[in-house]
């Protein structure tokens, strides 16, 4: 797995606790990564996104304008509002469990609580724990469709 990180990446896997996600193919897709990575270095991102194909659908999405759409949201929708500050708090700590790093505390990822900064880590936790816990990020796995077809993965 981490050779198939390394290539996906194009660098070495740094910081790597899982696979957390892999497409049908069985490749990986998400992994879960430690909140200090090896060299010492703060990473917010709890879980990411490592396969290409995955990444370049999300940054499709990214594109079209939805994170400026779903901020939009956040403000007009209160419960919307509370259930993306809950899945803050629900990273926050999951997170928290791999190690306390001060320098990133209370920060998660993607501009949460308050706005949708990046898909990516939306749909990350969507595809590594499943749905339920961030609605927005289960809304963009959704708009991705099967973004697998075409390729290798489409087993």
């Known amino acids: 797995d981490l050779e198939a990180v390394t290539e996906q990446l194009g660098r070495p896997a740094r910081g790597i606790v899982e696979v ?4 049908p193919s ?5 992994v ?5 990575l090896p060299d010492g270095t703060p990473f917010p991102t709890l879980y990411y996104v ?3 194909r995955l990444s370049g659908a999300i940054g499709t999405l990214e594109a079209s304008g939805l994170m400026t759409e779903m901020t939009q949201r956040l403000t007009d929708d209160d419960a919307l509002a509370a259930a993306y500050r809950q899945a803050h708090e629900a ?6 469990a791999l190690g306390s790093v001060p320098e990133i505390e209370g920060i998660s990822a993607g501009g949460m609580p308050n706005r949708v900064k990046c898909l990516h880590v939306l749909v990350g936790p969507s595809l590594a724990v499943g749905r339920g816990i961030n609605a927005l990020g289960d809304e963009a ?3 991705l469709g099967d973004w697998w ?6 087993s």
Do not use: F, I, Q
């Open 141 to 143: 796995v959704d708009l």
């Open 32 to 36: 879960k990564t430690e909140p200090r």
């Open 149 to 154: 077809t075409g390729s290798s993965c489409a």
């Open 20 to 23: 957390s996600s892999r497409c």
């Open 91 to 96: 990273y926050l700590g999951e997170r928290d």
């Open 26 to 30: 069985g490749h990986p897709n998400v």
């Open 50 to 52: 490592t396969c290409p």
